[in-house]
């Protein structure tokens, strides 16, 4: 089964430490759809991490791994198409890590579940 919506880095973060923060249709997408979270958030996490932004117990491959799969998501990888994609992409968000999971929405055709407000100037249909 193909995933129904992708989930940004914050939204996962959201969902797993503190649901409150999400939208009401955001925190039913995450229990009662079928989402997927990129590896590129775990890229993210794990670089957040390092940076001393975040902190996720005991260690953010470790964080990934349980809660991931405790919530039931699908892994959306990285692949080719989706890196082409960028190339499509106007150059409106800085982020790298927004501008990958924008391309994989776009590519895969899902809905992208985010509060950031710069995402929805691109073409992709986005839910918060």
């Not at 799969?69 to 982020?95: C, K, M, N, Y």
């Not at 999971?101 to 809905?111: C, D, H, S």
């Amino acid at each position: 089964m193909s995933p129904t919506h992708l989930l940004d880095t914050a939204t996962l973060l959201w969902a797993v430490e503190d649901p409150r923060k999400l939208s009401r249709l955001a925190r039913r997408i995450c229990s009662e759809r079928d989402p997927a979270v990129s590896v590129v958030s775990l890229m993210e996490l794990i670089v957040k991490t390092r940076k001393g932004k975040l902190k996720l117990a005991p260690d953010p491959v470790k964080w990934w791994n349980h809660n991931v799969p405790a919530l039931g998501f699908t892994v959306l990888p990285l692949r080719q198409t989706h890196v082409e994609q960028l190339w499509s992409l106007p150059p409106i968000h800085a982020d790298p890590a927004d501008r990958l999971l924008i391309a994989q929405a776009v590519v895969e055709g899902i809905p992208l579940v985010t509060s950031d407000e710069i995402i929805p100037t691109y073409p992709i249909e986005t839910i918060w």
